[in-house]
């Protein structure tokens, strides 16, 4: 049980240094970028970084599925479960862009 505890801590420090690092200030562009997008989508995977990575694709996927052309734009990542072997990662990613309408 101790090892869930300590995952989960660990997750959220983690979180949190990313979310720290991933924010930049998003600047409205002369051309065209002023309509601001967003998108919450959940993804897997068997190790931390695929876990990471498909959640962030699937936010940025809807975002772009409503936005025709947008900026890289920012993450914000959330884990929301991680099983106690370590096979398993969720994680929540916010996709915030600028986006062309």
């Known amino acids: ?25 998003v ?23 695929a876990g990471v990575a498909a959640a962030q694709e699937r936010a940025r996927q809807a975002v772009l599925a409503v936005g025709h052309d947008c900026t890289p734009g920012v993450y914000y990542i959330l884990l929301t479960y991680a099983s106690p072997g370590g096979g398993t990662w969720v994680f929540q ?9």
């Open 27 to 49: 600047a409205a562009h002369a051309d065209g970028y002023d309509t601001p997008r967003s998108a919450v989508a959940v993804g897997a995977g068997n190790t931390y970084a």
């Open 1 to 25: 049980m101790q090892k869930v505890t300590w995952l989960r801590r660990l997750g959220l420090v983690s979180a949190v240094v990313a979310v720290g690092l991933a924010t930049a200030p």
């Open 93 to 101: 990613a916010t996709h915030e862009a600028m986006c062309v309408d």
